[in-house]
């Protein structure tokens, strides 16, 4: 009983640490850190290893991982429905219009879970791992790392619709972008933070070309593009994508450092070089300049925008968590328990 009592005093002073004295468990929902010190000890150390062998084989799967666990928390929250494929009454989230052809990792998700079934079965929820992957995959390409609060379940169910509406698209406008986040329980501060996780990976042609060939977007920087900088971005952004054809066509999110973890992303945007319409609109629609300011502290203060995505990551894990009884912990990502 004595050991049960000094167990839970740790718990509620790891939390009153790292969100700040005052702060309980119940703030932030039933996670908690070291959930599966003793349900499964080497479950972090797999995700881990897991996550370095594919990003060393692939370097943009960093970003993908990173990408699945923003795709999983704004559809129904942080329960790995977007894992799910269609199979009876489900249609996945896979299919939809922001996903398709788009999302990637789902076999090193696969590798990972098969691994932590041999060690520990039924134990580890794929929605865990999801935030564990993204956490890992950020500090292989430089990020920062942080504590994951673990104890998610996993949804019995997917939203195909869900998918289509909340996902922000690469053309959204700020107004759209900021509803999209209040939606989640998101302010315009974890917007801008959160979008830097643009600074790595890659885009198709497909997702980019409203915003090259946009005749008003392009006169807000040219009126003021000097030095031609601009316009030498946008002809090599058109060389990449033309008007019609070559949809899947790559270019990297961060042509500078498209494979690192750091704050070059706001760096580009200030500049017009965002690869997304809904990059450049932190700027170019931001009538009150508050997103301003936090562009140019995160664009001089690499350290502040690495602590201020930890903290909104962290959030944005949070979103509408299944715990204790409610969903299951999946045998298979990909399906439903039978």
């Not at 009592?5 to 718990?11: D, G, P, T, Y």
């Not at 300049?289 to 350290?303: N, P």
């Amino acid at each position: 009983m004595e050991n049960i009592r000094r167990r839970m005093f740790l718990i509620v002073l790891l939390t009153m640490v790292f969100h700040g004295t005052g702060t309980s468990v119940e703030d932030d929902g039933p996670l908690f850190l070291e959930y599966y010190k003793e349900r499964c000890p080497l479950a972090e150390e797999i995700v881990r290893r897991s996550v370095a062998i594919a990003v060393a084989k692939d370097p943009r799967m960093a970003a993908s991982l990173l990408r699945l666990h923003f795709h999983d928390c704004f559809v129904m929250g942080c329960d790995a429905s977007v894992l799910l494929d269609s199979y009876g009454g489900i249609v996945s989230e896979k299919q939809a219009g922001p996903n398709l052809d788009s999302l990637r990792g789902f076999e090193v998700v696969d590798e990972i879970k098969y691994h932590l079934e041999e060690a520990c079965p039924t134990t580890v929820s794929c929605a865990d791992i999801l935030a564990l992957a993204a956490r890992d995959a950020v500090a292989l390409r430089g990020g920062p790392s942080w504590n994951v609060w673990l104890g998610r379940r996993d949804s019995l169910e997917a939203s195909f619709s869900g998918a289509n509406q909340f996902i922000p698209a690469p053309n959204s406008s700020l107004e759209t972008l900021i509803a999209n986040f209040k939606q989640q329980g998101l302010d315009v501060g974890d917007l801008v933070t959160l979008s830097g996780n643009h600074t790595m990976g890659s885009a198709r042609c497909l997702s980019f070309r409203q915003r090259v060939y946009d005749v008003n977007f392009r006169g807000k920087y040219e009126l003021y593009d000097k030095y031609k900088r601009y316009t030498t971005f946008r002809r090599m952004l058109r060389s990449i994508c033309p008007k019609s054809g070559r949809d899947d066509e790559l270019a990297p999110l961060d042509f500078q450092t498209p494979a690192r973890f750091d704050n070059h992303y706001y760096l580009n945007i200030l500049q017009g070089k965002g690869l997304f319409g809904s990059d450049n609109v932190l700027v170019t629609q931001d009538h009150d300049g508050e997103i301003l300011k936090q562009v140019w502290a995160y664009a001089s203060d690499q350290k502040l925008f690495f602590a201020s995505f930890v903290k909104s990551v962290i959030k944005m894990g949070n979103i509408n968590t299944l715990t204790g009884n409610q969903g299951e912990i999946r045998k298979h990502c990909r399906f439903v328990n039978a």
